[in-house]
């Protein structure tokens, strides 16, 4: 176990926020986590901090866990169950699946943050979720510090959703079991120009060429937070009822949708965002992203306070012109 005292958390967020945590505990192992949660019952994990909003110094210790690992704890010839530690980054986890031909997560290529966050929001792109792939978890109880397994059907998964969200710091997840194919899978290249790009390079349906062009659309799209402090999407795509969607259609005809259930309709942020003229808008060190407006961004020393006033006024102008209200999805700290 590490113990940092005032330490700069601007590597440890995407956001690039300057913001001092008084105590950051690295938990190298499962026993390093209960002893801190022993030491510090009222910590709060902090992981790949890609989806998090610093407004202001943590007042409570914070917990990093750093433990990798890859294990495939079961195999036959069409299926492979692998465990991956919580602190395994997320990216090169997909890049070791798709290395091994294993298919299921080559949609979710190149997402930021470790495998241990994954399921807290139940990440997703491309047509695909981590809910598609997760089979359980091991996760530490906080209140009586035991450790618990958890299946698929006790996560309660809903679109950029969990249990892990829902009940906020009860669990700490400590590893992720996924359960991917080895052949027959039937992969998901319905969504925007996968198809096109496969075909453009005149490549086969493979884990590895899958995620290739999801990287390449990615990189074209999506600021790289090494280079442009960001937290990937800011807002979730709003669902809204059916009735109020025919209402808008009546003057938007060209609004863009999916269909979620009879009664619900999805619509992308970006495009509402997009129809208020906020696309490439800027106030001194925090904007829109040009190239998807979901994205808020700091070009560089913004604070999160500006950030998060910039997420206020563009929810508000969306408020204004059609009537929704945008959730954020990033967390705010
Ligand atoms: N659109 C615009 N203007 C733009 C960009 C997009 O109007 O500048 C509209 C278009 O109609 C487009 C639609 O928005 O078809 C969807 O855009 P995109 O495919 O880029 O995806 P998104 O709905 O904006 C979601 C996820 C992303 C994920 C992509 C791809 C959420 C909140 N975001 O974005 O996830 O990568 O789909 O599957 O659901 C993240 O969560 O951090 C994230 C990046």
Redesign the pocket.
């Known amino acids: 176990m590490k113990i940092h005292e005032n330490i700069s958390l601007k590597s440890y967020n995407t956001f690039g926020i300057d913001q001092k945590a008084p105590l950051l505990i690295e938990a190298e192992n499962e026993a390093d986590v209960l002893e801190a949660l022993r030491l510090y019952p009222n910590l709060k994990v902090l992981a790949g901090g890609s989806?998090i909003l610093l407004t202001q110094a943590p007042e409570v210790p914070l917990l990093h866990l750093t433990q990798k690992g890859i294990t495939v704890l079961y195999e036959d010839q069409e299926t492979v169950w692998v465990r991956a530690a919580a602190g395994e980054c997320w990216s090169d986890f997909v890049d070791y699946c798709v290395a091994q031909g294993y298919a299921g997560v080559e949609?979710l290529a190149l997402?930021y943050g470790t495998v241990g966050a994954a399921p807290v929001?139940n990440?997703?792109?491309?047509?695909v979720e981590l809910k598609d792939v997760f089979k359980s978890c091991e996760a530490i109880y906080r209140e009586n510090r035991i450790k618990i397994n958890i299946e698929r059907a006790g996560c309660a998964f809903g679109?950029?959703d969990s249990i892990f969200k829902q009940r906020k710091d009860t669990y700490i997840i400590t590893s992720v079991t996924f359960c991917l194919t080895k052949q027959n899978h039937q992969f998901k290249t319905h969504?925007?120009d996968i198809r096109a790009r496969l075909a453009a390079h005149g490549w086969e349906e493979t884990p590895q060429h899958i995620a290739q062009v999801v990287k390449e659309?990615?990189q074209s799209?999506?600021p790289n937070p090494n280079k442009l402090g960001n937290?990937?999407?800011f807002?979730?795509?709003p669902v809204i009822p059916r009735s109020q969607f025919l209402e808008l259609q009546k003057s938007y005809p060209h609004i863009?949708h999916y269909e979620v259930g009879e009664e619900q309709v999805k619509v992308?942020?970006?495009?509402l965002?997009?129809?208020c003229d906020l696309?490439g808008y800027r106030i001194d060190a925090v904007g829109v992203h040009q190239?998807?407006?979901?994205?808020l961004v700091n070009y560089g020393g913004a604070t999160g306070a500006a950030i998060l006033a910039l997420a206020h006024y563009v929810q508000k102008q969306v408020a204004q012109r059609f009537g929704i209200t945008m959730e954020m999805?990033v967390n705010i700290w």
Do not use: H, T
């Open positions: 989806n949609n997402i929001q990440i997703g792109a491309y047509g679109y950029r969504y925007g659309i990615r799209k999506l937290s990937g999407s807002f979730k795509n863009p992308p942020a970006a495009y965002i997009e129809s696309k190239g998807q407006p979901l994205v999805e």
